[in-house]
């Protein structure tokens, strides 16, 4: 397991009581024990045996299908807040960025009759340009995301409705679903893969694929140490020659990225968007990454955790379905999981600290 | 990192415009216009009176854009200006009520989604002298509230046709989805089918997330075998809901409330058997045209009672028709 100079305090509390334990090597369980997902893993386990008791269809295949589909809605996104997180900023704009990249691409080629393509393609350009113009204001004004980010959600949310309905003459996209390359795009972003009979959601490999990306920038590469310098101390980060702008910027551009993945899969998975959509899911992303383990503070987290924090949410809620609990309930149980789930990562993680 | 992926934005962004030149969809997209747009009817010679549209929409609903469609339409005829507002929330909405109150408007047509918030304000209106219709919730307060006239469809009473022909057609075990837990109107619907089928159980999702209610909902099939038929309480609800069948690989029937172009298309297609359609653009239309007629001549529609919109039912033997004015958005 590769460790980043800048990882933080697990590796000073591991401690043993001969030579330097900065080149000793550390016995295994407490390396695994000191990553950041762990709890989250733990908690994830539970929640899985939990459920695979009480609920007889929770665990056959079509069903695990079912909830890997729901947690890679919030997984793909979750892995760019992760690593935005990790960076030591968030974004509240991005539920209804996922929207605003969607009908991007469907209303730029409705109105100008042009191949979808060329509509996914501008929504790239968008999203990716949203998360550059959240980071370059954030790195100028100096301001906290909270307050940058919370005003372009509500920018985003009025352009979704305002244009929508300018350009189109309705709330809703309309229908692309008869256009060139509609088949084309649908098969890249909305189709399903049958593995032994079981229809799986492309969305699942993407989010696999995105994680492992991820998971590589952060632990191998340079930027990675970039990611978790400016989470850490960011004044120190640019005392050693860290270029703290562009790397917080392109963990924006990064979180506009997953955001178009997640936007296009929406536009094709069901042909039109309704332009009020996606408000309040930016805090689903926000939770898994949490969940994960990402501090809300910056420098600490993984990519990892924030696909359990993920998965860990599509087991709660689907679960309580699979379950047939009373729906009245519903919003109750989800709260209590995610509470559980939460604590029990804590205690994991202060425990393997302690060793 | 941020130059090369800046860099590489700028080429795509060079790239995309000379992409747009050269690959146009052979079918879909915007309409051409035809010439000879149609020639605009009369419009009333009446005096232009001042009218407020104040409903709880959440914004970004095609439910609502079609009401609104309908009250623009009556606008433009009864040369009326129309001022549309509307806030999902009990206080801010009682708000624009006193807004318009405010701007000294003519008459107000109000959703009565929360009475008791809008009661004071209202009160005031009517103190005023600015007549009030209501439409689309709160048919049983309006009177009370000082509204003249109602406009809507009874939820519990499209809930029970729906129930009705679900039991005429021997479903025993529906599955209601209710997009937004604890709304009154969704909860009345779903009750109205359970009365006449007792067998129906009630999922909630989340309806400002469509690829949750879609994972939800496929979660819900896989594990109640036995479901027969899912309702969606909305078009774009029900649309989602045809590909979680799909998806739980349920032999599971598709119904609905409410409609929209590509809903009546799936019915026309067999896929959904049936809609309950409360029409809404007659809703819009007809609360601004009763405050016109209200001022041309005196006249009170329905006598103190509510005037009935819905439940109607759309099916493989209609739907084709309605199709046609669904996709104009009046439907």
């Known amino acids: ?355 | 990192m941020a130059n090369f992926s800046w860099r590489k934005a700028a080429l795509v962004a060079a790239v995309v415009p000379m992409m747009a030149l050269s690959a146009c969809s052979s079918t879909g997209g915007k309409p051409v216009e035809g010439g000879g747009a149609a020639g605009g009817g009369q419009v009333a010679t009446t005096d232009r009176m001042k009218v407020a549209l104040i409903t709880h929409a959440a914004a970004g609903d095609t439910f609502w854009d079609i009401v609104r469609k309908g009250a623009e339409e009556a606008s433009a005829k009864d040369n009326v200006e129309l001022l549309y507002t509307s806030d999902p929330e009990a206080g801010r909405q009682a708000q624009l009520v006193q807004q318009a109150i405010d701007q000294k408007v003519d008459g107000i047509a109000v959703t009565l989604a929360t009475p008791e918030a809008l009661k004071d304000v209202l009160k005031k209106a009517t103190d005023a002298g600015i007549p009030v219709v209501s439409l689309n919730a709160g048919e049983s307060v309006s009177a009370q509230l000082g509204a003249f006239t109602h406009f809507g469809s009874n939820e519990q009473l499209a809930g029970q046709a729906v129930g009705t022909k679900l039991a005429e057609q021997g479903f025993k075990h529906p599955v209601c989805v209710i997009q937004q837990q604890g709304h009154v109107g969704l909860e009345a619907r779903c009750a109205g089918v359970k009365a006449k089928v007792p067998g129906a159980e009630i999922l909630y999702v989340d309806g400002k997330d469509m690829t949750g209610v879609q994972s939800t909902a496929t979660a819900k099939l896989q594990a109640a075998k036995d479901a027969d038929v899912i309702i969606g309480l909305g078009a774009p609800i029900t649309l989602t809901l045809l590909k979680s069948v799909a998806d739980a690989g349920s032999s599971a029937k598709v119904a609905s409330f409410d409609l929209n172009a590509e809903l009546a298309q799936k019915i026309v297609d067999g896929d959904v058997i049936f809609t309950v359609d409360q029409q809404p653009w007659a809703q819009g239309y007809m609360s601004v045209d009763s405050l016109w007629q209200a001022k041309r001549g005196g006249f009170k529609l329905g006598g103190g009672q509510p005037v009935l919109t819905g439940p109607t039912i759309v099916d493989q033997s209609n739907a084709s028709d309605v199709l046609k004015f669904a996709q104009q958005g009046v439907r």
């Open chain 1, 1 to 355: 397991m590769a460790k980043t100079a800048t990882l933080p305090p697990a590796p000073a509390s591991a401690a043993g009581p001969r030579g330097d334990e900065r080149i000793g090597r550390r016995n295994p369980l407490q390396t695994l024990l000191g990553r950041p997902e762990v709890g989250a893993l733990v908690g994830a386990v539970v929640l899985f045996v939990f459920f695979a008791l009480v609920s007889p269809t929770f665990t056959q295949p079509n069903a695990l299908a079912t909830i890997l589909y729901g947690s890679s809605t919030i997984g793909i996104m979750a892995v760019g807040v992760s690593l935005l997180m990790i960076g030591g900023e968030f974004d509240l704009s991005t539920g209804v960025a996922v929207i605003s990249s969607a009908l991007t691409a469907s209303m730029f080629s409705w109105y100008f009759s042009t191949n979808i393509w060329v509509g996914v393609l501008l929504a790239l350009v968008v999203s990716v340009g949203i998360g550059y113009i959240n980071g370059w204001i954030l790195m100028k004004t100096k301001l906290p995301s909270f307050i940058v980010t919370l005003a372009t959600f509500l920018m985003l949310t009025g352009l979704n409705l305002g244009l929508t309905r300018l350009i189109g003459g309705s709330v809703s996209s309309p229908s692309i679903s008869s256009m060139d390359g509609f088949a084309s795009a649908r098969a890249v972003f909305a189709s399903s893969v049958s593995i032994g009979g079981i229809d799986v959601k492309i969305t699942v490999f993407i989010w696999i694929a995105l994680v492992a990306v991820a998971t590589w920038v952060l632990m191998r590469t340079r930027v990675g140490n970039w990611i978790f310098a400016v989470g850490g101390d960011e004044n120190a980060a640019r005392a050693v020659g860290v270029p703290v702008k562009a790397t917080k910027i392109g963990l924006f551009m990064g979180v506009g990225f997953c955001g178009w993945i997640l936007g296009m899969h929406n536009l094709f998975a069901f042909d039109t968007v309704q332009s009020g959509e996606g408000v309040g899911n930016e805090f689903l992303y926000i939770i898994a990454a949490v969940i994960g383990g990402c501090l809300l503070t910056g420098g600490y987290g993984s990519a990892v955790g924030g696909a359990i924090g993920a998965f860990i949410f599509g087991m709660a809620n689907k679960g309580i379905v699979y379950a047939q609990w009373n729906p009245d309930w519903f919003k109750f149980f989800l709260g209590l999981m995610l509470l559980l789930a939460t604590i029990i990562n804590l205690i994991v993680k202060r425990r393997a600290e302690l060793k």
